[in-house]
């Protein structure tokens, strides 16, 4: 397994100052371009964990693409087994498997329907030869899970036709049938369960076996923030859950892992609710997710979860400041957490985790060192996290 870094990747402070402005929301008159104009430190278009997964992708799709099918084949069940992990927190078995399916990928990123059901039976072929393995099994189910889906997103919103339904059935019976071959709990593989659980959507039962299939996969890997992520969309209204079964099963992903990774899985829950919904959930327990979101960033220790989490509580100040006096002590609680992110654990600026890009990275650091801005500092790194410095000439 090949790995690269990505600190070759920081960019200049500079392009901070191509900021929109947000008006009146910055604390002490600070505008948005003079609280950007006095970042200094590390900033990067990708963060390097990112770029650590992509690269494990691209190593994975190069041993494909040159037929390296009984390598990829040990390194999957490996990965897989010992339940590797990349920077981030990303596991590192599903990169190889994406890696192991990019011509696929490519092909149906292209909507090239004909060269991605060609790319499938290149992989129905790696487990014709490898009938008895349950990596190659996943690898070919979880191309057929890949397809319906794209298949099925492509189509214009309401016009999903009978054809292609029917088309996407096809391959969710064929991944249901590869993946029932090999049982995850036996096989002890978070893999398989991964791919048993994304079959849900595509069949009949998948709202009667999603819990059930959920806390199999969490007992085979119960660090894995993934495994949250997905169930926390499926117990969403519109799919197969309502906002209390949701704010249920979240509750109850800490009593299945808290021994593990604390009530860093409830901040998983509603954190993959708010990409999913474009807002938090009004269910959320503010205190109850601060103390997850805690655990979620010292599970890694890692930037991504510390820009993740940033941009998120970043978000949510703006949102209790435009509230007003009645989330006073909403926005109290979450600017505590904001500042001990900046503060202690936040060491460089990765713009892909900031979701509105400049406009809430500018509103953060001036909810956090508004006043010493004022004064003239500079925000600097200091310690494990960041700080400021007045610089004297």
Known sequence: ????????????AA??????????????????????????????????????????????AAMAAAGEWADLLDALRYTDQERVMASGGRRV????????????STALSRKDWAAALAEIEALEGLYDRNPEDYCAAQVVAQAHVDFAQVRQKSAPQGKLSR??????????????TLVTLFDPIEEMSPLLAATRYSLIPGIEDGGSVCREWYEDWVDLDPEDAAVH??????????????????????????????????????????????????????????????EGLHDYQVTTGCQHRANVSANLLAGMALGFRKDGADAAYQLTKTRAALSDVLWNRLREIQMDCWVRQTESLAFAMAEVFGPALKRGARIVRRGEGLGTLVRRT
């Open 229 to 290: 992520a997905a169930h926390a969309v499926n117990m969403l209204p519109g799919w197969y859950g309502s906002l209390s079964a949701f704010e249920r099963e979240a509750r109850r992903s800490v009593r299945l892992t808290n021994g593990v990774t604390g009530k860093a899985s409830y901040a998983v829950f509603h954190i993959a609710a708010a990409e999913a919904l474009g807002d938090l959930s009004p269910t959320m327990d503010l205190e109850f997710f601060l």
């Open 93 to 104: 078995a599903p990169l190889i498997s994406e890696g192991m399916r990019a011509g696929l």
């Open 15 to 60: 392009l901070l100052r191509q900021a929109r402005s947000i008006g009146a929301t910055l604390l002490d008159g600070l505008t948005a371009e003079q609280v950007l104009g006095r970042v200094d430190v590390p900033v990067m278009r990708l963060g390097a964990e990112q770029t650590e997964w992509q690269c494990i992708r691209d190593d994975h």
């Open 1 to 12: 397994m090949k790995t690269r870094t990505g600190r070759s990747q920081q960019e200049d």
């Open 163 to 176: 054809e292609v339904v029917s088309e996407g059935a096809v391959h969710f019976e064929r991944a249901e």
